[in-house]
């Protein structure tokens, strides 16, 4: 994985059909994905329960890109190991999962993964001051984490500290929630490069009828992309 600040399209199956994910995520990756993001949900530290290891390794093999995990679940720690065996290129942990976040960023490294970190609405950017150097990515939460398909909250604040804190550091800003051509741009300009999409790139299109994936996708990101220009 090369770093670049590029605005990507990850997908997250959360909103694909769980009956069919191979094919949804070759579908959304012939249409235009960069990465493809999965939400792990433990029905602990979020309200929802998900998938787990069994299904990131199921999918594995249908993804020619990044597989970006996102762990909702506390703890997390002990299940670094099958993340990394399933094929998760990069591992997100949320800060509030557990006492020992910088140790947990030290694991997911040394288990050859990118290490993410996660923040909830109500968790502050500071949060994460001392663990920039530990960190890949950094996950801005605009909804809470649990379901999909939820109104957007307006985080822009957070991403442009986040933006100014990292500064050269090769650390991509994602944003989790929400996310559509009306919202994207607000977050690009802020500062976030890689940008979750689930019901937004998903909605009116199937596995084998997948070019509204396509267009989906190209919205969101000629969206994001025009604040640039």
């Known amino acids: 994985m090369s770093f670049d600040r590029s605005i990507k399209i990850a997908p997250s199956i959360l909103a694909a059909d769980f009956a069919n994910f191979g094919a949804e995520c070759a579908a959304v990756e012939r249409e235009g994905a960069d990465w493809i993001h999965v939400d792990v949900m433990d029905g602990h530290f979020v309200p929802n329960i998900s998938f787990g290891p069994a299904t990131c390794a199921a999918i594995r093999p249908?993804?020619?890109?990044?597989?970006?995990?996102?762990?909702?679940?506390a703890p997390v720690d002990p299940y670094i190991d099958a993340f990394a065996q399933a094929g998760a290129d990069v591992l997100t942990a949320h800060v509030e999962a557990g006492p020992h976040i910088h140790r947990t960023l030290q694991a997911i490294r040394g288990n050859g993964m990118k290490a993410g970190v996660a923040l909830n609405p109500g968790t502050p950017a500071e949060a994460v001051g001392d663990l920039l150097d530990m960190a890949d990515l950094i996950c801005v939460m605009t909804v809470n984490p649990g379901f999909g398909g939820q109104k957007f909250i307006d985080m822009t604040a957070k991403i442009k500290s986040l933006r100014s804190m990292i500064g050269d550091r090769p650390i991509h800003i994602e944003i989790?929630?929400?996310?559509?051509?009306?919202?994207?741009?607000?977050?690009?300009?802020?500062?976030a490069d890689v940008l979750v999409a689930g019901s937004a790139v998903f909605r009116g299109g199937s596995a084998t009828e997948s070019a509204p994936y396509g267009e989906n996708?190209?919205?969101?990101?000629?969206?994001?992309?025009?604040?640039?220009?």
Do not use: F, Y
Not at 62 to 73: A, P, Q, R, Y
């Open 217 to 229: 996708i190209r919205a969101i990101r000629s969206a994001a992309q025009g604040v640039w220009t």
């Open 176 to 191: 989790d929630g929400g996310v559509d051509s009306t919202t994207a741009p607000l977050v690009a300009k802020a500062g």
């Open 62 to 73: 249908h993804i020619k890109g990044v597989m970006d995990v996102h762990l909702m679940i």
